[in-house]
T-cell receptor, first 115, second 114 residues
Framework: DAGVIQSPRHEVTEMGQEVTLRCKPI?????LFWYRQTMMRGLELLIY????????DSGMPEDRFSAKMPNASFSTLKIQPSEPRDSAVYFC?????????????FGQGTRLTVV | DQQVKQNSPSLSVQEGRISILNCDYT??????FLWYKKYPAEGPTFLIS?????DKNEDGRFTVFLNKSAKHLSLHIVPSQPGDSAVYFC?????????????FGKGTKLTVNP
């Protein structure tokens, strides 16, 4: 398996523009997570899905952020409108939890710069 | 409020010696703990984990120790190698409550000098 695939790897956009980040989880995984990494706050969970259903979105900073998972092999994180303070590295991760505890596998991240 | 704390932002050790990375947590509901390693421009990579029913888990050169009463865990790397130079993140989850939410510390940058 190719692992968790995120696109684009880098995104530079102007303030006020819409940004869409994409993620393809590992096939067969039933959990998908979106994380954001900044110097100030470290790695923070934004939202996670189980079987394509959003379970916990308490980390989504504000209404400008939205996430969808239309099927088991694709998820998007959208920021509209984007602001300079959204500049960060966004990671997608997935895991399979048949029983017990298991680890999550991370993608390589999308570095977002809002100017 | 940081629930998972890594108080040392950086650590430098000599090749062949032991590296000890520390992590403290505040939430007594956490029952599963993980260590991830991260190289620049890459995503975090899973290293080793431990359940709260254990106090030690070993995998090759890596051993994680858990002290539940002190709410403290540590990662030991023996012997350290230059390729171990990376940022190490401690993470925790409270899965008994049905949540799969992983809470991360801010990381410790390990440098292993040849």
């Amino acid at each position: 398996d190719a692992g968790v695939i995120q696109s684009p790897r880098h995104e530079v956009t102007e303030m006020g523009q819409e940004v869409t980040l994409r993620c393809k989880p590992i096939s067969g995984h039933d959990y998908l997570f979106w994380y954001r990494q900044t110097m100030m706050r470290g790695l923070e969970l934004l939202i996670y899905f189980n079987n394509n259903v959003p379970i916990d979105d308490s980390g989504m900073p504000e209404d400008r952020f939205s996430a969808k998972m239309p099927n088991a092999s694709f998820s998007t994180l959208k920021i509209q409108p984007s602001e300079p303070r959204d500049s960060a590295v966004y990671f997608c991760a997935s895991k399979f939890r048949p029983w017990g505890n298991t680890e999550a596998f991370f993608g390589q991240g999308t570095r977002l710069t809002v100017v | 409020d940081q629930q998972v704390k890594q108080n040392s932002p950086s650590l430098s050790v000599q090749e062949g010696r032991i590296s000890i990375l520390n992590c403290d947590y505040t939430n007594s509901m956490f029952d599963y703990f993980l260590w991830y390693k991260k190289y620049p421009a890459e995503g975090p990579t899973f290293l080793i984990s431990i359940s709260s029913i254990k106090d030690k888990n070993e995998d090759g050169r890596f051993t994680v120790f858990l002290n539940k009463s002190a709410k403290h865990l540590s990662l030991h790397i023996v012997p350290s190698q230059p390729g171990d130079s990376a940022v190490y993140f401690c993470a925790a989850s409270g899965t008994q409550g049905g949540s799969e939410k992983l809470v991360f510390g801010k990381g410790t940058k390990l440098t292993v000098n040849p």
